[in-house]
């Protein structure tokens, strides 16, 4: 039975099927350079938290914005109409007040 190629993982010393970019076993990847764990503790140290480059910053503000989006989007899908409509209705009842405050001052 022909088998998958496999690779090692450098972290654990897993096998897993090549081609995969995370150890199935241990969560290491290629983000994470395949450190060994002992590298990884000595990077963990040295870079507890390492400054995200403005390109990583503005993907995170731009996941930020989108997901704060899709929540707004989600929540005045769920509103009853009633509120969702109700900043028109509120302009609406301004202009009629207004119109009404209009015709008492002229008449
Ligand atoms: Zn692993």
Not at 29 to 49: C, I, N, R
């Amino acid at each position: 039975m022909a088998r998958h190629p496999e690779e090692e993982c450098p972290h654990c010393g897993e096998r897993f099927r090549a081609g995969r970019s995370s150890c199935p076993h241990c969560g290491a990847d290629k983000e994470t350079g395949w450190l060994s764990a002992e590298d990884q503790m000595l990077a963990e140290v040295e870079l507890p938290d390492p400054e995200p480059t403005e390109k990583e910053r503005a993907r995170i503000a731009a996941d930020a914005r989108r997901e704060r989006h899709r929540a707004r989007a989600d929540m005045v899908a769920r509103r009853p109409l009633i509120i969702r409509t109700r900043p028109l209705a509120a302009l609406l009842l301004l202009l009629l007040l207004l119109a009404f405050a209009l015709w008492r001052a002229f008449s």
